[in-house]
């Protein structure tokens, strides 16, 4: 699987976009770009994935540029509950590459 | 569905013994992740099955692990003898496989070796 980077850290003000960046700089054609995050003492929760289109779930937007080298999960509007670890991943999905390997993420606090 | 069930929730156990994990994926989902969680390393995948066969190990430390998936609702993580370094959050997930599938986690396993 391609690798990430991400920043280990960001703010953001209650009530504001958060935006967490990530680079794939190495991404292959068939794989997805996904999006966890952890909540302290809990297990990691997905939260949307894609492959080059926009997406948008309940939970969060996820941009990918054109040429798919990087990308962008969107919080409309971040709230407390939002605190967590968030890790950016690339994938293919199924069979034997299907692993899901985890970077060491962001860490979003999300302030009143 | 209640989701992918670990246990135990915690366990506390002397260096030496035999410690064994178990997880009971969703309903349905083929594919079965087991992770371990340290402050220094981070969520590390130890082993990933698929239609319960192991796919890749490569993540188990050493020796002492070893994971089973007899049937497609239940696997079991074993560390014998387990040593003080083992102690870790100990994360099971599943999927199902194919694309577009996103992986459900479970609540963990706290694992202390004294």
């Known amino acids: 699987d391609a690798k990430t980077t991400q920043p280990t850290s960001m703010d953001c003000a209650e009530g504001r976009a958060a935006n967490l960046p990530c680079n794939h700089s190495?991404?292959?054609?068939?794989?997805?770009v996904y999006w966890y995050r952890q909540i302290h003492s809990q297990g990691p929760q997905y939260i949307i994935h894609?492959?080059?289109n926009n997406e948008t779930n309940e939970m969060a937007s996820l941009i990918i540029t054109e040429d798919r080298k990087s990308s962008t999960l969107i919080l409309p509007h971040a709230t407390l509950r939002d605190t967590a670890v968030y890790y950016c991943?690339?994938?293919?999905?199924?069979?034997?590459?299907?692993?899901?390997?985890f970077g060491k993420g962001t860490k979003l606090s999300v302030k009143p | 569905d209640a989701g992918v069930i670990q246990s135990p929730r915690h366990e506390v156990t002397e260096m030496g013994q035999e410690v064994t994990l178990r997880c009971k994926p969703i309903?349905?989902?083929?594919?079965l992740f087991w992770y371990r969680q340290t402050m220094m390393r981070g969520l590390e995948l130890l082993i990933y099955?698929?239609?319960?066969?192991?796919?890749?190990d490569s993540g188990m430390p050493e020796d002492r692990f070893s994971a089973k998936m007899p049937n497609a609702s239940f696997s079991t993580l074993k560390i014998q003898p387990s040593e003080p370094r083992d102690s870790a959050v100990y994360f099971c997930?599943?999927?199902?496989?194919?694309?577009?599938?996103?992986?459900?986690f479970g609540q963990g396993t706290r694992l202390t070796v004294v």
């Open positions: 997930a599943s999927s199902r496989q194919g694309w577009n599938t996103e992986a459900f």
């Open positions: 190495t991404i292959s054609g068939n794989e997805y």
């Open positions: 894609g492959l080059k």
């Open positions: 991943i690339v994938r293919v999905n199924g069979g034997s590459q299907g692993n899901l390997i």
């Open positions: 309903s349905g989902h083929n594919s």
């Open positions: 099955f698929n239609n319960n066969v192991p796919i890749d």
